[in-house]
């Protein structure tokens, strides 16, 4: 299993990137830090990715988000606009630190409930199935999240496994798959950014609440759609208190 790079880990966190799939995730964390919109002039002309700047006590905030389908009108979800804007992001940025903050779906088998919120150990994807011999592990794609022991710690914060795949609903075979990863939520990008990380040498944390089971009685695209603003709320106050630990320190001491 792979493990997010360390980077310069003796160095000052200076510039922090915290990646949201959607408006409703992104925005109450900008108008907490009283972010500003920037021009668009970071992004390749034309794209609808969204990013929100401005400084925090020592720390260079950047949130982005991949903004709305151009053909279809709603959030762009799901792991390739995730992939996309986040590669461009580090690119442009250059940030010490990605966090990934998000709703995720829960499963009450595994002690999740509704409104918890997660710092992320372990990512794979739960659709990506490739069954052959060597391909099949690339497939899972396992890999850990940048380790943050004293951040747990000092904000007591539960700790659990992601599963990641495009769908919001869950097949027999996708079900399969993630109790194979042993997970306890699941997403639609946080295993795609961890590749991302890795691959651009960034270290990432991910931060997800939960706004509906995916093993219980209710409707989960009903259950989402409920417990949605309830959930951003709750992983805003995570992110800000996740901030305020970070500003100051060097990846060492997180």
Known sequence: MAT?????????????????????EALPIVEHFKLS????????????????????????????????????????????PASLVTYASIQAIKPDLLINAGTAGGFKVKGACIFDVYLVSDL????????????DRYGVGSRKSFPTPNLVKKLNLKVC??????????????????????A????MEGAALAYVSSLMKVPAIFIKGV?????????ITEEFKENLQVTVVAIRDVVVHVVEFVNGKCLSEL
């Open 211 to 219: 706004s509906n089971f995916v093993d219980g009685e209710k409707s």
């Open 37 to 80: 919109r920037d021009d668009g002039s970071l992004f390749p002309l034309n794209v609808p990715w969204i990013r929100y700047h401005g400084s925090y006590k020592d720390l260079n905030l950047n949130v982005i988000y991949p903004g709305e389908d151009p053909d279809f009108g709603i959030n762009s979800v799901g792991t390739v």
């Open 184 to 187: 306890t939520i699941v997403d």
């Open 161 to 182: 496994k992601l599963s990641t795949g495009d769908s919001l609903d869950m097949s027999p075979q996708d079900e399969t798959c993630i109790l194979a990863n042993d």
């Open 4 to 24: 997010l790079p360390l980077g310069d880990d003796k160095r000052p966190i200076t510039t922090v990137l915290i990646f949201a799939a959607m408006d409703s």
């Open 124 to 135: 794979a994807f739960h659709d990506r199935r490739i069954p052959i011999p060597g391909p």
